[in-house]
């Protein structure tokens, strides 16, 4: 059974950094694209960023320049760093990866088969 756990969010101020990592288990997980969501309060859970199997990256506007995604297969982890986080950040952030190898990654969080359960990102003004 596919299985992803979120860890990595807090507290921050406005400009600092903080590292998400999203450990996955039950599958080979090199051979499959991993997508980043999020979901701030009473507002629909968007996509930040995701990666494919083969390491390319891709960004929503709002995050380029600021937030690095990369993965580590020996691992089974995929990391989204944040920096220069601004408030408008604040929300729970997602994990997912699709149901088959080989597939891009996408925006659309139809894509995505599996979910982690998030994690609490807080960035103070």
């Known amino acids: 059974q596919v299985q992803l756990v979120e860890s990595g969010g807090g507290l921050v101020q406005a400009g600092g950094s903080l590292r998400l990592s999203c450990a996955a288990s039950?599958?080979?997980?090199?051979?499959?694209?991993l997508g980043w969501f999020r979901q701030a309060p009473g507002k629909e859970r968007r996509f930040v960023s995701a990666?494919?199997?083969?390491?390319?990256?891709y960004y929503v506007d709002s995050v380029k320049g600021r937030f690095t995604i990369s993965r580590d297969n020996a691992k089974n982890t995929v990391y989204l760093q944040m920096n220069s986080l601004k408030p408008e950040d604040t929300a729970v952030y997602y994990c997912?990866?699709?149901?088959?190898?080989?597939?891009?990654?996408?925006?659309?969080?139809?894509?995505?088969?599996?979910w982690g359960q998030g994690t609490q990102v807080t960035v103070s003004s």
């Open positions: 997912a990866t699709p149901k088959y190898p080989g597939m891009v990654a996408t925006m659309s969080m139809n894509d995505y088969e599996y």
């Open positions: 039950g599958r080979t997980f090199s051979s499959y694209a």
């Open positions: 990666i494919n199997w083969s390491g390319g990256g």
